[in-house]
């Protein structure tokens, strides 16, 4: 069965560089998580998306933008990176909101 | 402030045996809650969930019980194998207006052969 799929898997940015993650959900999922993980730490809840509108925002800093566009993919936009931005970001998905959302594989970013 | 609690880092149990993992929370408008298994550079794998309507559910070799009042629920794997070994969140949602999952810190399954 499809699964949700992230990209890239990994990638290495320097510090201030700007980086772009991929979530594409599984098909007919309409709702899009994005989590952050640090080492060590739990995920932590970034933003979501709702019918490609944003339906709830965590800790997510100014420096990161994110959408979901109309195919029902969505993009992770991270700005002026610096070294605390290294971590997995997971991206998950569901079909409508309010139940158990499947999760990808996750990207791991490293600044440096 | 955390509002999701795993307060057990790690539990190791024997092969064949129960295992139970303990979640708490505090925020009341919580009502669904989920299990997730997670290996190492993985992405969370979703196990179980329950809704606050319930006190229990059941899939397999997994069940979770919710008790409202105490603003608890556990994970009960009957019976434990190896491959059970990994680290399991527990995430609540309050889906009345709002779409996170706030996960808890999570506690690390060693299920020993």
């Known amino acids: 069965a499809a699964g949700v799929i992230q990209s890239p898997r990994h990638l290495i940015k320097e510090k201030r560089e700007t980086a772009t993650l991929k979530c594409y959900p599984i098909?007919?999922?309409?709702?899009v998580y994005w989590y952050q993980q640090g080492p060590g730490q739990d995920p932590q809840f970034l933003i979501s998306?709702?019918?490609?509108?944003?339906?709830d925002k965590g800790s997510i800093p100014d420096r990161f933008s994110a959408q979901q566009f109309s195919d029902y993919h969505s993009e992770l936009n991270m700005s002026s990176l610096e070294l605390g931005d290294s971590a997995l970001y997971f991206c998950?998905?569901?079909f409508g909101q309010g139940v158990g959302a499947f999760f990808g594989q996750g990207t791991r970013l490293t600044v440096v | 402030d955390q509002q999701v609690k795993q307060n057990s880092p790690s539990l190791s149990v024997q092969e064949g045996r129960i295992s139970i993992l303990n979640c708490d929370y505090t925020?009341?408008?919580?009502?669904?809650f989920l299990w997730y298994k997670k290996y190492p550079a993985e992405g969370p794998t979703f196990l179980i969930s329950?809704?606050?309507?319930?006190d229990k559910n059941e899939d397999g070799r997994f069940t979770v019980f919710l008790n409202k009042s105490a603003k608890h629920l556990s994970l009960h794997i009957v019976p434990s194998q190896p491959g059970d070994s990994a680290v399991y969140f527990c995430?609540?949602?309050?889906?009345?207006?709002?779409?996170?999952?706030?996960f808890g810190t999570g506690t690390r399954l060693k299920v020993l052969a």
């Open positions: 998950a998905s569901s």
């Open positions: 098909p007919r999922h309409d709702t």
């Open positions: 998306f709702y019918e490609k509108m944003q339906s």
């Open positions: 925020n009341s408008m919580f009502d669904y």
């Open positions: 329950i809704s606050s309507i319930k």
């Open positions: 995430a609540a949602s309050a889906t009345s207006g709002t779409y996170k999952y706030i």
